[in-house]
């Protein structure tokens, strides 16, 4: 049962109580199942956690898909210091709305999944690194935590175990940037929000100088229902090398935008088709970005062979990012909405790395120049070549993501460039 | 011994200790790859993206500055892609900056001149409306120019991890990113802010002191040692019309790393003085003759003979050879006490992130080697007062380098012989039977000898006005007329007639010295606090 | 609440397939005004919001609001990554983040006033200049630009006759563009204050303005 709408095509794990106000209350969450997860992660121990959740083969759901017991199994085993295990809620990425979603509807999910990850990586205290705007999602989320407490699942001695964990929301203050894992944990230090350099890797040297590990929201939501159901279950959805189920956010111009929950590796044209109830009003497709404003824009005839899992974006010349699908149809002004994006990564580079700080922002100008209808064709080889000078060259792949569409749209749709160019034509009007 | 790694760097074997950094093993054999950010002296951000090099097997180009050798890792400073890189990120630079390099102080020493000169593109392909930023004064001796400024953040990171008081950061995100100050807190109070210009590796910060003063193609780089404290910062002296424009730090890790404090840099107008004396002048009968050298040291060594005991004033400012020559005439005119003058500051100023660099309490620079050649220390601590035996003492009265600014006209008065050596007039010689004009130490060759008992060289920055000499040539000239041997013809002499004649300096050669200073054999290690 | 004429995904049958009251879309059913402080460490009782009611003048860190921060203190291992909680706590009595705001904090937090600032302008949800009651911030990012943001934004600014930035006369609303709110699914969206309003289109707009008018809070 996603949110707002439901599909017959979906597979409810995680989204299974959205839109049900009554799964935010402990006990509600507890009789119907939940925190038994938990007490099931005690029993195991935390090697068996990270096998079971190395054995799903889950992988990160904050973009860049790396398997998640692997991730894990990083930490140190023998260090004294004090480990953290973050929880990723920085959910910024133009196009995604589901960890919001994942903490609104089903915070006490998201509690267990953390609590579980912290025991399997040996941290001692949760900080979930919340998104600042989402005042009323954080509300939800921090008096769950406040009833976990109360009930024993967080704190001292958990459920008898002998185990504590505490675990605390922390509200960001607006920055995109501080979805990137390094970037996150200098803004939970109180600095400014910069990716670090690596290496060090997090679990070495991570949140306040400690070995640390950082999730995102849906990855830690999975875990829960991981080790609930073990990872040969896990495996039953999805393809061999993306398994289980993802929160694919869609948005743009179909009849039905929003989340379902579908197994990975379906196919795009049915998710616009069948699951989101079609094209508004009719129209033509036009373009789609499948993970989110980072990755590259397809058009029609790619999406049409695009399967949503982590390989068959990339057979298609894109990525499955955070399963953001961006639908635009015939209406839409590609020249004008590229602008928009990259306005958006210039306004949210943080600065430090010149190609990144520099070349973001030149790039608006360019595009903007251009989509007044005072652009050459020469800009289009600049934008070109100047973008991928941005590419690798950045400590963190924010300016990466400033390229994505960039060139992927003067690839694909040059012809709209170029009749603004030459006659200073728009197409379409939004 | 430290485990050493081997690896190529442009078809060059090098081996260096595990943990040092890619840029760092391409310096050690000569090869300089172009960056920002690094600076040997503070941490790391990585973000200029200058110093990208190609590392044979990885997949992106790596920043030299943080990577750490890897053994048999090949490294291409000079490929293609390394080329390219850079060609790259030099023209990000320049979006959007000014190209005001015809009124930029930094012009000639600019990195990002050289930079592109070398390996930027030939046309720019910016042709957006640049940000302006403006200029912003940072107080203290610092104006702020942000249209030029890199976002290296060499600065920021100077005040936060070298001086320890956190003034500067990096105010908004993005390329709205720039430094600043807390609104209108500025530098004010803080001692070491001067080391931020000299590490801006463009016209950012500039200095105002030095605002619009020479162009630096037309600046005389000499290295030399600061007078404005024990702790002897290396220095260099940049003089143009032979007058010092600036001070700069010189790097010497022993003594102050890249640092100086912004006293010792701000203290050089004294060298500029005008009022200089001149000639040497003998003052017989009420009436002052000048005149040749020769004439005047001869006529001073025949009214030396049998004129009594001697009493000196040297000078903690003077060279280790001056005092040494002082010392061996004073004994060979029959011995005397030697008493010297020299201000004390109240407090050290630490450099926090350095420990072992200070601006010291005691303001002058060789109060060491004035111990050592047996002078003891007189007065209080504005180096006045102190001389009431001297003063009226009717034997030789000899006073080096002490202007004697507290005294008044009736100093040596009962005199047998008084010789005053000095740089400038002063009432206090008002007595003084020869007035000579010596040469400052920016204006010939010497040593000093810091807290640590660390003897250091400098060099001659400029020319010494009129017929002023070297106060060593001077007295070591007499001091060979009076008790024998050779009068020194240079600084190295000089530096071995006192390694002769005081044995703390003995065993130590001129070249020993050399650039980066010599300890004494019975060296004192010296911390801040 | 109910005859805010907004609406909500699942809300009064506008759009989805649910039937859910506004409380229960906003949790306000089960937080409240604010969540509730058991004494743990969950952040609950020490969130900072923005409100609008504002007292630029007001002090920082004195009765509720030193129990806050101490709170916060207690949760992290530095001092420092209280500066963040610490910030927006200053944003919520008095408004926004001014240099007076910056320098206090850094007293509380014993850090340089310079590095407090360089961290504070990092972040665009620290308000570095006043702003009227009710700060509206319109997504304009690529989902909500396909939905006509750009409309709605207008009808913002034409309902309280502001430039985007500006502070309406009355003192009521400042309007600004946002990058995406994260409520793609539900263009456009528009957070005013603490409050999300999705799927808005600008005929509603001035009935949310209205409301927000009469509100008064």
Known sequence: MAYPYVSDHEVRVLSRYFGDPAQRRVDTYVERGGYSALKKAFELGPEKVIDEVKASGLRGRGGAGFPTGVKWSFMPKDSSKPHYLLCNADESEPGTFKDRELIRWDPHQLIEGCLIGAYAIGAKHVYIYCRGEFFEANSILARAVEDAYEKGYIGNDIMGSGIDLDLTVHQGAGAYICGEETGLMNSLEGRRGQPRVKPPFPAAVGAFGMPSTINNVETLAAVTHIVEHGGEWYRQFGTEKSPGTKLFCVSGHVNKPGNYELPLGFPLMQLIEDVCGGMREGNALKAVIPGGSSVPIINAEEAGRCTLDYEGCVDVGTMLGCASVIVMDETADIVKQVRRMVDFYAHESCGQCTPCREGSAWTAQILKRIEDGRGTEEDLDTLMEMTQQMVGTTICVLSDSVAAPVQSSIEKFRDEYLALIRRGERVGAA | MPEMVTLTIDGHEVSVPKGTTILEAAKSIGTEVPHYCYHPGMSSPAMCRLCLVEVEGAPKPMPGCVTTVMDGQVVHTQSEQALKNRRGVLEFYLVNHPLDCPICDMSGECNLQDYVHAEGREHGRGREPKRIFGRDDFGGDVLFYGDRCVMCTRCVRFMSEVEQDHRLTVVERGNRSVIDTFYEEGLDGTYWHGNIVDICPVGALVSKEFLHKARAWDLTHTPSVCTGCAQGCNIDLHTRDNLVQRVKPRENLDVNAWWICDYGRHGYEWMNRGDRLEAPVMRSAGASQAMAWGDALRALLAKADGAGPVKAIASAKSSNEDLGALKRLVDALGGGDIVYRSARADDEVPLKGFPTLARRTDLTPNATGADLVGASRVGDDDATGGLDAVSGHDGIVIVLNDDLSDQGEDFGANASLFVYMGTHASAGATHADFVLPISTHAEGEGSFTNLERRVQRFAKAMDAPGMARPAWLVLGALAAETGGGDAPRSAADAFAALGRSVSAFAGITWEDVGTRGALLNESVSVTGD | ?217
């Not at chain 3, 209205?210 to 509100?215: F, I, S, T, W, Y």
């Open chain 3, 1 to 217: 609440m109910s005859d805010i004429p907004f609406k909500n995904p699942g809300w009064a049958g506008n759009t989805g397939e649910f039937e859910l009251s506004e409380e229960e879309v906003r949790g306000a059913d089960f937080v409240g005004d604010r969540p509730a402080d058991g004494g743990h460490a969950s952040g609950a009782g020490t969130m900072p919001y923005m409100l609008a009611h504002k007292e630029p003048e007001a002090p920082l860190f004195d009765g509720a609001y030193k129990d806050r921060l101490e709170k916060i203190l207690s949760r992290y291992p530095t001092k420092q990554a209280a500066l963040l909680p610490a910030l927006g706590l200053a944003q919520e009595i008095r408004g926004h983040v001014s240099p007076a705001s910056m320098d206090e904090v850094a007293d509380a937090l014993e850090l340089s006033s310079a590095y407090v600032r360089g961290v504070a302008t990092f972040y665009t949800m620290y308000n570095k200049r006043p702003v009227g009651r009710h700060l509206v911030q319109v997504c304009t990012n690529i989902s909500c630009n396909l939905a006509g943001a750009d409309e709605v934004v207008d009808a913002f600014l034409k309902y309280t006759d502001t430039e985007l930035g500006e502070t309406s006369e009355d003192g009521n609303f400042t309007v600004i563009e946002a990058e995406c709110l994260a409520a793609c699914g539900f263009p456009t969206c528009v957070q005013i204050n603490s409050r999300y309003f999705e799927n808005v289109t600008p005929t509603e707009v001035p009935k949310i303005c209205e409301h927000l008018k009469a509100e008064g809070e």
